[in-house]
């Protein structure tokens, strides 16, 4: 692996750093794209906001229900629940 520079040493780090709020924009956003996705790209969707509630660490039972249910609106409860805090 290439040695980084200095500069490039803290924006890596800075990105590790906010890592937990970049998850959570994503999985808004993936909600948002779940409301108007069809087919196959949704299917790709869930895949992505499972990997992205494993990271934030949402409970597995919650993950479960909310991809049984595939309905972007209890997805939407979990994005407001991170938001509130009352997740973590």
Not at 38 to 54: H, N, Q
Request: glycine letters at 4%; hydrophobic letters at 35%.
């Amino acid at each position: 692996m290439a040695d980084y520079s200095n500069y490039q040493k803290d924006v890596i780090k800075r990105y590790y750093d906010n890592r937990g709020s970049i998850d959570q924009q994503k999985l808004s956003e993936l909600c948002t794209n779940l409301f108007l996705a069809e087919g196959k790209k949704k299917d790709k969707l869930w895949e992505r906001a499972r990997d992205i509630m494993e990271r934030l660490e949402v409970p597995a039972s919650r993950i479960d229900h909310v991809l049984k249910s595939a309905d972007p609106a209890v997805l939407a409860e979990v994005v407001q629940d991170l938001e509130e805090g009352a997740i973590r």
